[in-house]
């Protein structure tokens, strides 16, 4: 356990060190807000009280979670080959903390960074409408699928060991998930064929929980089905992370 | 005392089919220094990590501080420390806060491990750079903040694979000072090396291994008895000159003469007959008419006592391209005996990644 608190530390003290790599993480999530809030959301008709700022915001919040890991697969995978993973494994220190403390502190750093595009788009006109109670909710839900996607990351990035490698496999699935869901634009827009992954994907699950969180609406249907597939994601990716640890190198 | 240090017995583990050590047998006394010699991909890196816990053996066993690597690999963690042979630094952090988080790790105390800190930057000239971010250390620096490191829990048995690998000349020298000084107190070490002088300036014992085998054992005088002192090199610019060359001087050396056909480099050892076996290289070569290059005498290099021992140079009998190998293998040996920064080190890197990974 305190194994585990001196790695979250050290985590969050190199993050500190970069902002720059802060202002990149958040930048990129702003950046998205004003693109479909201000480019795209006027060719997108919704069915939503606010309009569509109201529809996208619990999207960008879901994609900045899930994008926010691939901090964890960078650095799992930089920390493998310059050997601070080796060092840690040859010292007598709890075999968890190394991954528990990459979870711990990723997890606080995309707290921060989602409560930060709240903010933005309180700016850009969204605005929770089911109360105080359904935004934190929203919150923790967001946080609490982008740790089980950090959980996936995490894998990815000490079983790929190799930045580069790491941040280009990242694209290839984290764009896709986030994108062809509900969190952008409206399902039924699409072409039949994609709406049937759309409609059956844990992204489109957990974005509609937390749209429901937000503003108000039917929330148990989604909500049970994104329990199911983040408790998932977990049972699969967190045991698979743990190994790749355990092999790593 | 009646058990050594570390103890390794038939030691064999393979990477699908890469047999990267094919039964090593090892053994460390108490307080001192084993260098572990071989060429890239010779094994030398796969049983550091066995012996660290880092890598499960397929066969034989490995014994440090009287507790077995795979059975106890906990008590084995409490009795070592590691650098491997790259910088395991976060770079972000300071040199002090780099070693305050490793304390920690070690269960120090908060004011133990900054008492700690403050020890080892002292001890390793880098008290000045505490506080700034190790991204702006130079090589030297970051290597010694790393081995400071792997110091913090002050193991009784230290790994140390390839310490000086990518430093320049000046850093190396400085390298091997502190590493003298942390012998001095008692500590074991192993240290793996490419360089025959690294192993010879360090190591009480060293051993030699090649494909995954130890092909020799003994002090640095004993493997370079096996060489015979000295060795006059040079090199044959017109190559269809080099089997003259080869005649020229078949009689004044101690053994066949090597010949590299695609460098023209011709060497042979000449015992401890140095500068008179020069001169006589001198004549027979000009009364032979063989105009030549770089002439000169040197000290036998790993080369040289791979050749001894196993009649082909580092890696030379490895297919394909078997002699462009071997002569690569010679530059290397070459330049890392005047200056051991050198761009091999980086396939070196990838080749034992590959190795182990």
Request: aromatic fraction near 6%.
């Amino acid at each position: 356990m305190s194994d585990t608190l001196t790695i979250t530390r050290r985590n969050l003290l190199v993050w500190m060190r970069v902002p720059a790599y802060l202002m990149f993480t958040v930048i990129q999530p702003v950046m998205f807000v004003l693109l479909f809030r201000y480019v795209f959301g006027g060719a997108i008709p919704v069915h939503v009280r606010g309009g569509y700022v109201n529809f996208l915001m619990p999207g960008i919040i879901g994609q900045t979670a899930a994008f926010a890991t691939f901090g964890t697969a960078i650095a799992l995978a930089q920390e493998l080959k310059k050997g601070v993973i080796d060092r840690f494994r040859s010292m007598p220190m709890a075999r968890s903390a190394v991954l528990a403390g990459r979870l711990v502190a990723d997890t606080g750093r995309m707290l921060l960074t989602i409560l930060i595009i709240v903010g933005v788009g309180y700016a850009v006109g969204f605005r929770f409408t089911n109360g105080v109670g359904g935004a934190v909710a929203m919150v923790v839900l967001a946080t609490v699928f982008g740790l089980a996607i950090c959980c996936i990351s995490a894998y990815t990035g000490l079983a790929i060991g190799d930045e580069e490698s790491v941040q280009a496999f990242g694209l290839i699935w984290l764009f896709p998930i986030t994108f062809l869901s509900s969190a952008f634009v409206p399902i039924p827009s699409m072409p039949g064929w994609l709406q049937a992954f759309a409609n059956n994907q844990p992204v489109t699950y957990v974005i509609n929980t937390m749209r429901a969180l937000a503003l108000g609406g039917p929330v148990e249907a989604s909500l049970w089905k994104s329990i199911a597939w983040l408790a998932g994601i977990f049972i699969v990716f967190l045991p698979l992370a743990v190994r790749a640890y355990r092999r790593a190198g | 005392m009646s058990q050594p240090s570390i103890l390794v017995e038939g030691l064999t583990k393979s990477f699908g089919d890469v047999h990267a050590l094919r039964g090593i047998d090892l053994s460390v006394p108490h307080g001192t220094v084993l260098g572990v010699l071989g060429p890239n991909g010779a094994g030398k890196t796969t049983a550091v990590r066995i012996l660290t816990t880092l890598l499960r053996p397929d066969g034989g066993r490995a014994v440090v501080e009287g507790y077995d690597v795979v059975r106890d690999a906990a008590a084995v963690r409490r009795s070592i420390g590691l650098a491997g042979q790259s910088a395991a630094i976060q770079e972000e952090l300071t040199g002090r806060e780099n070693l305050e988080i490793i304390g920690r790790l070690y269960h120090l105390s908060w004011p133990r491990a900054r008492s700690r800190a403050v020890e080892l930057l002292e001890q390793f000239g880098l008290s000045d750079a505490a506080d700034r971010a190790a991204k702006n250390y130079s090589g030297g620096m970051q290597r010694r903040l790393d081995l400071a490191a792997s110091l913090v829990g002050q193991p009784r048995v230290l790994f140390l694979d390839e310490p000086t690998t990518g430093l320049d000349p000046r850093s190396r020298l400085g390298m091997w000072d502190i590493i003298r000084s942390l012998v001095a107190d008692g500590t074991t070490l192993l240290l793996t090396t490419q360089y025959l002088d690294e192993a010879d300036e360090l190591a009480d014992e060293i051993v030699v291994i090649d494909h995954g085998l130890v092909i020799a054992a003994g002090t640095a005088e004993e493997l370079k008895g096996r060489v015979g002192g000295d060795v006059v090199e040079f090199t044959v610019p017109d190559r269809r000159r080099i089997d003259d060359a080869v005649a020229a001087i078949a009689k004044l050396g101690e053994g066949e003469p090597h010949a590299d056909q695609d460098t023209g480099v011709v060497s042979t050892g000449v015992g401890g007959r140095g500068s008179a076996a020069l001169i006589d290289t001198v004549r027979a070569l000009d009364s032979a008419g063989i105009e030549t290059a770089g002439l000169g005498l040197r000290r036998p290099s790993l080369d040289d006592v791979f050749l001894a021992l196993t009649g082909h140079a580092a890696e030379e009998e490895d297919p394909p391209g078997k002699r462009k190998r071997g002569s690569r293998g010679r530059r290397r040996a070459e330049r890392a005996r005047s200056a051991p920064a050198d761009d091999a080190d980086s396939a070196d890197h990838d080749e034992n990644a590959r190795a182990t990974s």
